[in-house]
């Protein structure tokens, strides 16, 4: 009997599994707080769904370009203009299925089997779930109170030291889990070390837009070793449409545009009309960032009468990631009774950090405020 | 100065290649009859357009479960009850980033990197560059008139006989570009051999539906070994929403969802409830394939008055793969002139055969007949 290859035995992303469970449970009729999955509560804004039902309409929504209707990339290169004074060329706008399908086809284009890639941990699991599967070998690189939860030059060369040659860094602002960001200043830093070590640059800036005391800063334009990977699933409220896009150095455009071509032919197509709305949006997607602020003081407020009181510090993103030690020493099984018994889902720290995300929980606070109070609720009840 | 990674220097899709040109040839205004990508010039039916637009109103269209929507699972799994008789267990229907995404995943979950895989040559030229990214060795398998434009046994051992074991055979039928069907016999000869020679059996069925004398056979049921590939977007006429699916043995299904969780999340949710009708549709989508036909007929009448008469026996899908030897003995050239100084899109061979692709053309038509007609018009007057 054939059995899966090895390369594809990855960890699950837990937060999916737990995803899955509590839709299968509010499917049953189960009230179930969902602070599990980072995923706006808020449908994309109206003009974003208007432009939707027209093309819906009006095109016959086939393949675009590969690499995105070259309309979209015009607005996207744009953006950077508007976002951050930074000129970015259309051409180098590579529009793609989700940051997941951004991160697949840089991680293709950048990196060969066996290659090493330096990460923060905790962080996304997906990045090392996917450079896992494509035969690259993810570094974590330990961050904590001691970094401020975010990594730094010392910690990459430390990790350097002790790992082998890293042919990539891949640095998150806002971070997931912990909702911190770099600053500008630890940013260029990171930027120019891995310049001078000849390392390519992934910053994956998803949660920009979604930040509470200091705007994030982009890598956008700062190099021919930059890759900048974004979405339209964060800020925008737009997740099930699956669009992202990367900007890409231009001596990775053609080989990034071969390998869409045959992984992914283009990425959805209505999804491509909609967005074309969403960067006029921001007054009222700015509105919704304002409510995930008071989500999160909901949170701040309310877990430390829980006994959980050491929590990364939340500068954007929307996300808490708790150490839960004090309650457990197994947030796997911390989760799934707190889902089962108290009916809130959350997602364990395992799935950001294998090696001491037992201690952890992460809370999701893109929700309704209601619902996060009512979480504190049920949570004070359970504990 | 960093360099794209050499494994990430896979051809390019030389149909989308020239897609890209045309869309900017008829961006200028430019009349061009676009025989070059295998899509149909109309939208998707009706009820799938209005289920869309429904949830566009009623759902926020977050992400879905990561093996999609269980609704959808359902229908799917459905459909082998009603198309073949066959039944198909939900739990082993996973909904994909169109079969791009399942032939991502279904490679990774199967193949380490190193193994071989045969394919018919010419053949979809995806398989081949989606495989060699991903550290797999793309065997062609030369098939032709000899062997009815159709792989068989003998021609996959001899693969075997000459590269060394196969891991797993990927077999389409109907065929792209050649439109041939595997007959039932052969079918179950091939899965018989892979069953005893242990290689996995990947069953491309995305033209399933399309087909104009007989019906095509699925691998659906045949196995622990074999893995069904098929879309919304040929018969079903979705090709920019991006779904397709796969059937699983049971043994793939938890590895091919924890891929699926990291490097998808989720396929596409408004694509998801519009393809809940895509079911409901097929006598309006017979009536295509209908006027497929008689596009196949327009041309088959019209090439062989160009000098191009010898062509694959076109049984299903909608193109023709047609010898131009007559006129060229440079596909490329050929098609890149035809673009320019006829205004007729068309795919060189070389995309489907690296070998003997020079030779050829692949025509699409899944066009309106008069576009058929005005190209075999415009071709006249330019051969």
Redesign the interface.
């Known amino acids: 009997?054939?059995?899966?290859?090895?390369?594809?035995?990855?960890?699950?992303?837990i937060a999916?599994?737990i995803?899955?469970e509590a839709?299968a449970l509010a499917?049953e009729g189960r009230s179930i707080m969902r602070l599990e999955?980072g995923?706006?509560?808020?449908?994309?804004p109206e003009a974003v769904?208007r432009a939707?039902?027209e093309a819906?309409?009006k095109?016959?929504?086939?393949?675009?370009?590969?690499l995105g209707q070259?309309a979209l990339k015009e607005r996207i290169a744009g953006h950077y203009k508007a976002a951050y004074g930074v000129a970015a060329d259309p051409a180098q706008v590579i529009v793609t299925?989700?940051s997941?399908?951004g991160f697949?086809l840089a991680f293709?284009?950048?990196?060969?089997?066996g290659?090493k890639v330096g990460l923060a941990e905790p962080g996304y699991?997906?990045y090392r779930?996917?450079l896992k599967?494509?035969?690259i070998e993810p570094v974590g690189i330990p961050i904590g109170p001691e970094t401020g939860w975010q990594l730094n030059v010392e910690a990459v060369r430390a990790a350097e030291k002790k790992h082998g040659r890293l042919a990539g860094l891949l640095v998150a602002s806002p971070a997931n889990p912990t909702g911190t960001i770099q600053s500008p200043a630890s940013l260029a830093d990171l930027i120019a070390d891995c310049e001078e070590k000849?390392r390519?640059f992934i910053s994956d800036e998803i949660y920009h837009g979604i930040t509470y005391e200091t705007p994030a800063v982009s890598a956008c334009g700062r190099g021919?070793?930059v890759v900048v990977i974004n979405s339209f699933s964060k800020y925008y409220c737009?997740?099930?449409?699956?669009l992202g896009w990367l900007v890409l150095?231009p001596?990775?455009v053609r080989?990034?545009?071969?390998?869409a071509?045959?992984?992914?032919?283009?990425?959805?197509?209505?999804?491509q009309f909609a967005a074309l709305e969403a960067f006029g949006e921001c007054e009222e997607l700015d509105r919704r960032v304002a409510a995930y602020r008071k989500n999160r003081d909901i949170l701040l407020e309310g877990l430390p009468q829980l006994g959980i009181s050491e929590i990364a510090p939340a500068e954007g993103a929307f996300y808490l990631y708790a150490d839960v030690s004090g309650l457990t020493d197994n947030s796997i099984d911390f989760c799934r009774d707190m889902l089962e018994e108290a009916s809130v889902a959350a997602t364990p720290g395992l799935d950001f950090d294998p090696v001491r995300g037992r201690r952890f929980v992460r809370f999701s606070y893109a929700g309704a405020a209601a619902d996060m109070e009512e979480a504190i609720r049920r949570l004070k009840a359970w504990v």
Chains 1, 2 share one sequence.
């Open positions: 009997m054939l059995r899966p290859s090895k390369r594809s035995d990855v960890a699950s992303f999916m599994d995803m899955r839709n499917a999955v995923q706006p509560a808020l449908a994309a769904r939707a039902a819906l309409e095109d016959r929504l086939g393949y675009t370009d590969a070259p299925a989700g997941s399908g697949v293709l284009a950048c990196f060969e089997p290659a699991p997906a779930n996917i599967a494509l035969g000849g390519w021919d070793h737009m997740t099930g449409w699956r150095p001596a990775l080989t990034v545009e071969r390998l071509q045959n992984l992914f032919i283009s990425p959805p197509s209505l999804s």
